[in-house]
């Protein structure tokens, strides 16, 4: 028998009037006609126990059947509106999350507004994504953190963040379908392989043939720490060893300043060189590089720091979009 044949959607509001086409801006509670019901796979077999212990004291005229069977009856009634009681009423406050790359799962701060009272074993989740086991304390406010799994690069957007319960007895399980306004941006997924400078126009003063500082290419030896050399080119290994401050030197064509275009990379796939010059990216700045991006017409000047990242990785984001 299909569980589907059971299930029902709870109308705790009577009205003939169709759900609104726009979400509704946040907080958003969770009641009445948004709530569905169904019985569970445990649910089953108890309403198939009572069937049986019904038509057992039916045919036999078991007084002692009859109580035994009312009795769990009305225990399973009663726990299916403890069963939507705990569900009704939540709503999330705020929904945040931190950029990741395309292949990682975006894990989203869901910050629940306080309740009037205990909501014990709840489960939240969104379309696609593991459940997360929450409990919500009388009067207090949490945050539970619900991951989605970021498939390709851009702006993930879930439409709805789905709770349910299957308190107090497992029999039911109470679902809604919360609409709620949460993004996260998902960068490229990072390709490694060589810096492939772009020749800059010639307003912007430079050429990627030009060797106009130490190149980061090819490691060629150690030299006496000077200051301000950056900190990622010191030799932590040679000073460990007594051998006092030097940095690593290396040559090649690449200088401290360089830009990354995707249209300079060879092959076919816009994906595989955005991600190409999304590892390019990370590598210069860790290597202490000052670099551009520059995607068709939009062009960012050179720079450094975590904020320049985020803006580089933004703009391969939501490249072509």
Sequence with gaps: MNGSVFSFLFRGFPSSRPLPHILPALPVRARGRWIALRVTRPGFVFLGMLLILLFGSINHGNNLGFLLTFLL????FVSLFHT????SGVSPAAVRAEPV???????????LQPVSRSRPSLSLHFPGGEPVEAHLEAGSRQTVNVSHP????????????????????????AAARLPVEASCLVYPRPLDGPLVPARARAEEGYSAGENDGP???????LE????????QHISWKALSRGQGLHTKKFEGQLGRIIYFDPDV????????????VCAMVLKAEALGLAYGLRIGERLIEPGQGGAHKHQCLQELALAWT
Aim: positive net charge; charged residues 20%; glycine residues 12%.
């Design 73 to 76: 009856g009305s225990m399973a």
């Design 84 to 87: 939507l009681r705990n569900v």
């Design 101 to 111: 790359f395309a292949g990682q799962n975006a894990v989203f701060a869901v910050a």
């Design 150 to 173: 970021a498939a390709k690069r851009g702006m993930l957007t879930p439409p709805v963040l789905l709770v349910s319960t299957t308190y107090p007895l497992g029999l039911f399980r």
């Design 215 to 221: 190149g980061v290419e090819d490691f060629v030896g």
């Design 224 to 231: 006496a720490y000077q200051r301000g050399d950056p900190l």
């Design 265 to 276: 990379l060879t092959g076919d796939d816009p994906e595989q060189k955005l991600s190409r």
